[in-house]
């Protein structure tokens, strides 16, 4: 929690260095600096809204006297017309962070709908949709917090948190095995117990895999609905099984049906369209 609220904070001061700069000169032209107005944020689209949370640390920071009213949380359903939050703030603050705002719930928002969807498909089976790390540079936390808000799992935080073997890393270490004992003497030489998955690319690769061991996950990359139910049957409970490659919401479910564990979705955030939404000021007293 320390870690996200320092995030947080460090991305609000950046967000609004790259927009304001050497000052938002339109408000401090035209707005009275002691001028105080109420907003609403207004849903134009359906969907699962996320960044609710963020929007009131937004605020906090632009205007410590900021009054924000929740009437939708992080994670509801909305549809086009909802009114999520109202806020009352200094005008010349309020206008200061509408872009950071906007933009960065727009995307959190349309991630969650997309993650709510991919959940929502699988539901009754016994499989978790898995995030990975095709995310926008630096608002991979942002990205990663909506996939969650949506129903879905976050994976890997980034290469430093779990070893992943995968194809570049076998041809240019030399074997998968070679791969694979080099990685356990690594964990062990700096006491790092970090988990491992190893990518496979054919059921050759799987055998040799199967063979050598001293893994947590197996990977099964671009496998074919057949490849994946015989890989499973080889595999038969010894290790964790995560599929990835390619996986759409028409693919989804039919993977979850061979029996794997796990399935990772990279269009779960490199794919997902924002969702539309705007902040209306509807009085200044």
């Not at 872009?99 to 499989?127: C, F, H, K, W």
Request: aromatic share 4%; charged share 25%; net charge positive.
């Amino acid at each position: 929690m320390k870690k996200r609220n320092q995030q947080i904070a460090d991305f609000i001061v950046a967000g609004l260095k790259e927009d304001i700069q050497g000052g938002d000169h339109t408000s401090l032209a035209c707005i009275n600096p002691k001028s105080r107005s109420k907003a609403k944020l207004l849903v134009k689209e359906d969907g699962i809204i996320a960044g609710v949370a963020l929007a009131k640390k937004i605020f906090k920071h632009v205007d410590p006297k900021a009054k924000v009213k929740v009437l939708i949380k992080d994670g509801s359903p909305v549809k086009y017309g909802d009114i999520v939050f109202t806020v009352t703030s200094n005008s010349q603050a309020l206008l200061k962070a509408e872009r950071l705002l906007l933009n960065s719930m727009q995307r959190m928002s349309g991630i969650a709908t997309q993650s709510q969807q991919y959940a929502a498909a699988v539901a009754d089976l016994p499989v978790k949709v898995l995030d990975t790390r095709k995310t926008t540079p630096l608002i991979r936390f942002l990205e990663k917090w909506a996939v969650k808000i949506g129903g879905c799992t976050n994976y890997r935080t980034g290469l430093y948190d779990r070893f992943m073997i995968k194809d570049n890393h076998v041809d240019a270490c030399g074997s998968i095995e070679e791969a694979i004992r080099r990685i356990n003497t690594y964990n062990k030489k700096h006491k790092l117990r970090l988990k491992s998955t190893v990518e496979v690319r054919d059921i050759q690769e799987l055998k040799k895999v199967l063979k050598v061991g001293k893994v947590n996950r197996i990977m099964l990359d671009n496998f074919t609905l057949p490849q994946m139910r015989k890989a499973v049957k080889l595999i038969d409970g010894k290790y964790e099984v995560e599929a990835s490659g390619g996986v759409t919401m028409k693919t989804l479910r039919k993977i979850a049906k061979t029996g794997v564990n796990f399935i990772s979705v990279g269009a779960l955030t490199h794919s997902a369209k924002s969702m539309d939404m705007s902040l209306k000021i509807i009085s200044t007293p």
